[in-house]
């Protein structure tokens, strides 16, 4: 079995679950948009924001970004 690339890992999560690749995928790109703007203190920060919208459901958005934006700039943790 061939080793794949985050794009080739991408592909084939979109392929087996298109919605919810699909949104992994966006939210991966937001990260390394972020990360080229402001490194992780720019991601941290947008990730507050965007999970303290909901306090009920925070926990959930934290840990869906965190594990999404995992090895972005090699430093990225939640």
Request: charged fraction near 25%; charge should be negative.
């Amino acid at each position: 079995m061939p080793i794949l690339s985050d794009r080739g890992i991408g592909q084939k999560r979109i392929m087996e679950d298109p919605l919810a690749g699909a949104l992994e995928l966006a939210i991966r790109e937001i990260g390394e948009v972020l990360f080229l703007q402001g490194g992780v203190e720019l991601m941290g920060a947008v990730l507050e924001r965007v999970a303290g919208r909901h306090p009920k459901s925070y926990g959930h958005r934290a840990s869906l970004a965190d594990h999404v934006w995992e090895g972005i700039g090699e430093q990225w943790w939640c």
